[in-house]
């Protein structure tokens, strides 16, 4: 009943609740993560108090040297890890290891999927590796002292994983974490000797902090004599990887690596380790993750390189390394010529950081080009998962816009799948000889895209077009402009040029046409901004098309979604003459009828598009009747 006083005891969020629950009663199959995530919290806590000394020496209390320690005790039935890091304080405990209001718990539990071994896949990526504790105890003790506070300031945390935990002050000399957990009945292995150190071996190598466990020390002792003293020994490897030379690195190590920069549980799609020298000296290892992150698209999404200075960790997350449409990036860079004191504002204007951002985005970009010739089917993994975020990097990266335009991938009439796998330079190859301009359609969807009546002329003559239909696709058209000196070419914008021989067929059309033009437009003036004949059209009666400089109807759509008020401005209506239909209304003397037929051509061009009729009531009604009238007749 002593130190029991000051012992308090607290309950779990419900959110942490539920996730304890799931990693004791499920995430079973991957028992020994758990290992990985509690000695990369160790090895961070470190990371975190080597940076925090940099400014403030009194922290190391007079001891420099870093290391984690892992204990067994197989009587016991424990394991013990510990670290002399940077420590947690009473509230520190309580918010990192309790309440956890911590965004990433929900979105973790929103995510799982329900099958165990992609869930469990998830915890690390979600930031929830303390609890994973939890898969192989049944109970664990966290005591810790915060590094530079008086020995009083420790702190004791305990739960069974249940629905509570408690909390009580402990008196500790050292500083830093130990965390001991009471292993369950069933997993007994993890204090077996052999069984720790190949996890850590399989997890920890390239941690820079060596990993340590007891070993009987080397001794000539004869039988009889006092058992030799035993030594801590570092188990992993404990260089930073990224400072090794490359020749040097296994797959495995660097596939290693990824997952503990990334939190990542599967293989990276591909990497790229570079020391530079010169001007500037730094090192970097970029990778390219296989799955896109759940929060790709959110606006807070963590995103950035680890940046450590002369081998000294700075900070998580240093997002100046890269522009906005590389955030996929996962990776480390590690400067020679920046102060240890930096900040995120100095990252913000130093030069020397605009100069490497520069060049890291080429190695990217230089990076997927590699991956699309060498893995065309990685490439193709690549572009699924993050093909819509690479689409932002013309109008953010105008400088690099023709190599970010080479990486793209689209469908086309060429394959008529919606699978995008189609690169601009395969379509520039297909090109026919004459044809100056790449062409494409843009529409709500594949099919739409893919049935879409401005394509008929194309068809016929044989040339390709883009078949666009990702919501970003009509403003990216627009900031790409061209692509090996070729200009882009919507083809429902504007009138067609395709050849002369379509020209003077224009020509002649216009003439044959006229008087039936005059009549349209009359009958539809208050909804289109013209009607003219054109060549495009084979088996359609007539299209819509959007006036050279007006804007499209997916950007329109874009820019009314972002609450942007967007001018009106019509379309123009192109028939095709030659159609049975065009042929009945020019002969049409009942100017109702006209009107009535006019109308319907005229919806129908817009629902062909995927559009939607300004008064589908009329429209139906105007049908019905011709409909009846017909029915009349026979
Ligand atoms: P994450 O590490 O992804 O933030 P965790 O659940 O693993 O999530 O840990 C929660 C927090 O608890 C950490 O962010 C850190 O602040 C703290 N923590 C965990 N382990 C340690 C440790 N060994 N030393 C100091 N702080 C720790």
């Known amino acids: 009943m002593t130190a029991d006083v000051n012992k308090q005891t607290l309950g779990f969020q419900t959110e942490a609740r539920q996730l304890l629950h799931l990693m004791i009663h499920s ?8 290992l990985r995530e509690l000695i990369s919290n160790a090895s961070d806590a470190i990371d975190k108090l080597r940076f925090l000394a940099l400014s403030d020496e009194s922290l190391l209390e007079g001891q420099a040297d870093f290391e984690i320690r892992v204990d067994l005790d197989k009587e016991g039935k424990t394991l013990t890890i510990t670290d002399n890091g940077v420590g947690m304080n009473r509230d520190e405990v309580v918010e990192n290891l309790g309440t956890i209001a911590r965004s990433g718990t929900a979105a973790f539990l929103e995510n799982l999927t329900g099958d165990q071994k992609k869930d469990s896949q998830l915890i690390g990526q979600f930031g929830v590796g303390f609890y994973s ?18 020995a009083a300031n420790g702190v004791l945390w305990e739960s069974h994983g249940e629905s509570e935990f408690s909390i009580a002050p402990l008196e500790r000399e050292q500083r830093g974490t130990s965390i001991t957990l009471y292993l369950k009945s069933d997993c007994l292995d993890f204090a077996d000797d052999w069984r720790v150190r190949s996890v850590i071996k399989k997890y920890s190598d390239h941690i820079s902090v060596p990993v340590k466990m007891l070993e009987p020390a080397k001794s000539d002792a004869e039988e009889g004599e006092e058992p030799a003293q035993q030594e801590y020994k570092a188990v992993n490897e404990a260089t930073a990887l990224w400072t090794r030379p490359r020749n040097e690195i296994s797959d495995d190590e660097y596939k290693a690596f990824y997952r503990h920069v990334s939190h990542d549980f599967e293989d990276p799609l591909t990497w790229s380790h570079n020391k530079v020298e010169g001007k500037q000296e730094y090192t970097s290892l970029l990778y390219i993750p296989r799955r896109a992150p759940f929060d790709l698209w959110q606006r807070d999404m963590t995103r950035g390189l680890k940046l450590y200075v002369q081998r000294t960790f700075i900070m998580d997350d240093a997002e100046q390394f890269l522009p906005l449409y590389l955030r996929f990036v996962k990776g480390v860079v590690d400067s020679s010529d920046l ?39 990685d490439y193709a993994t690549f572009w699924k998962e993050f093909g819509q975020v690479l689409k932002e990097g013309p109008a ?20 008529d799948k919606p699978e995008q796998d189609q690169s601009l330079a395969d379509y520039v190859g297909r090109m026919q000889e004459g044809q100056d301009k790449i062409y494409y359609v843009v529409a709500e969807n594949f099919n739409t895209a893919r049935k879409s009546p401005h394509l008929e002329v194309f068809r016929k003559k044989g040339i390709e077009v883009l078949l666009l239909s990702d919501r970003v696709d009509d403003w990216l058209m627009n900031q790409l402009q061209e692509f090996d000196g070729k ?16 020209k003077e067929a224009q020509e002649q059309l216009k003439k044959d046409s006229e008087a039936l033009v005059e009549r349209l437009g009359k009958v539809l003036e208050a909804q289109v901004a013209e009607v003219r004949p054109t060549v495009r059209l084979t088996d359609s009666p007539a299209c819509l098309v959007v006036g050279e400089y007006d804007m499209g109807a997916q950007m329109r759509r874009l820019l009314e ?6 001018p009106d401005s019509k379309l123009i ?30 919806d129908q061009a817009s629902l062909a598009e995927g559009g939607q009729l300004e008064d589908p009531a009329a429209y139906v009604e105007r049908l019905n009747s011709l409909l009846l009238e017909l029915s009349r007749r026979d």
């Open 561 to 566: 979604a972002a609450g942007q008020q967007v």
């Open 339 to 377: 102060p240890l004191n930096v900040s995120r504002e100095i990252l913000q204007q130093d030069s020397q950081v605009e100069a490497m951002r520069s060049a890291l985005t080429k190695r990217v970009l230089d990076m997927l080009g590699k991956l699309a010739s060498k893995q065309p089917e």
């Open 573 to 602: 209506l192109e028939i095709n003459p030659a159609h049975p239909l065009l042929q009945m209304l020019d002969a049409e003397q009942d100017e109702a009828r006209f009107a009535d037929l006019a109308h319907i051509i005229f």
């Open 133 to 150: 504790a939890f898969i192989v105890a049944d109970r664990v003790e966290v005591r810790t002292r915060k590094a530079g506070e008086p």
């Open 396 to 415: 953010e990266d105008f400088g690099n816009r023709e190599k970010i335009a080479g990486l793209l991938r689209f469908s086309t009439t060429h394959t």
């Open 487 to 502: 200009s882009f070419q919507d083809v429902a914008r504007g009138t067609l040029e395709l050849d002369d021989e379509a």
């Open 27 to 34: 995430l079973y199959s991957n028992k020994e993560i758990f």
